[in-house]
């Protein structure tokens, strides 16, 4: 059974960095064609795509987060995490990490930023 | 960046109806288009995968098509459990992008 479960900080303030971690089971991240996701949806909005990491390390990024998104992976501890510096009021969602192409997704993880 | 445009953005049907909802690709995607239903308080369930295939454990109810630019989504038979919200997502080009999903609610 493939499971994803998300983890971040809750709360932090603006021009701080947000550090998310993904925890998933059920397959590996070095297994060919393996791929983990974010995605995040403010509150009463749609989704959106953030980044992508592949099972050979080839990472993709929305551009319209301007260069302010890392996304890394732990193969050994099944982890994948996603990092967003200088965050604003505006990336206030909920944050999901999901398997590519088959999911399923994390439950999500609320993320408020906030002075 | 790819625009997926979809229709309507809401509508009610009654039960045991048929439902075809669509999303409009902004430029040719093949069929590298996905679906996904969206419960209040639970994450998106993919649903549709490469434009027609239906996801693990999807009821056979749902389908997925395309003509052209053009893919649906259709219910054969709607039960009250399926009404969501549903977004598509191409992935053929990055950055991949979500259409702004149709509320789907019991009439």
């Known amino acids: 059974q493939v499971t994803l479960k998300e983890s971040g900080p809750g709360i932090l303030q603006p021009s701080q960095t947000l550090s998310l971690t993904c925890t998933f089971s059920?397959?590996?991240?070095?297994?060919?064609?393996?791929?983990v996701g974010w995605i995040r949806q403010p509150s009463g909005k749609g989704l959106e795509w953030l980044a992508n990491?592949?099972?050979?390390?080839?990472?993709y990024y929305n551009p319209s987060l301007k260069n302010r998104l890392t996304i890394s992976k732990d193969t050994s501890n099944n982890q994948a995490f996603l990092k967003i510096t200088n965050v604003d009021t505006a990336d206030t969602a909920t944050y999901y990490c999901?398997?590519?192409?088959?999911?399923?997704w994390g439950q999500g993880t609320l993320v408020t930023v906030s002075s | 960046d790819i625009q997926l445009t979809q229709s309507p953005s809401s509508m009610s049907a009654s039960l045991g109806d048929r439902v075809s909802l669509t999303c409009q690709s902004s430029?040719?995607?093949?069929?590298?288009l996905s679906w996904y239903q969206h419960k209040p308080g639970k994450p998106p369930k993919p649903m549709i995968y490469?434009?027609?295939n239906l996801a693990d454990g999807v009821p056979s109810r749902f389908s997925g098509s395309r003509s052209g630019s053009d893919y649906s989504l259709t219910i054969s038979s709607l039960e009250s459990e399926d009404t969501a919200i549903y977004y598509c997502?191409?992935?053929?080009?990055?950055?991949?992008?979500f259409g702004a999903g149709t509320k789907l609610e019991l009439k």
């Open positions: 059920g397959f590996s991240l070095s297994t060919y064609g393996m791929g």
């Open positions: 430029q040719g995607i093949g069929n590298y």
């Open positions: 490469y434009a027609t």
């Open positions: 999901a398997r590519i192409l088959g999911g399923p």
């Open positions: 997502l191409q992935y053929d080009e990055y950055p991949n992008t």
């Open positions: 990491i592949w099972w050979d390390d080839d990472k």
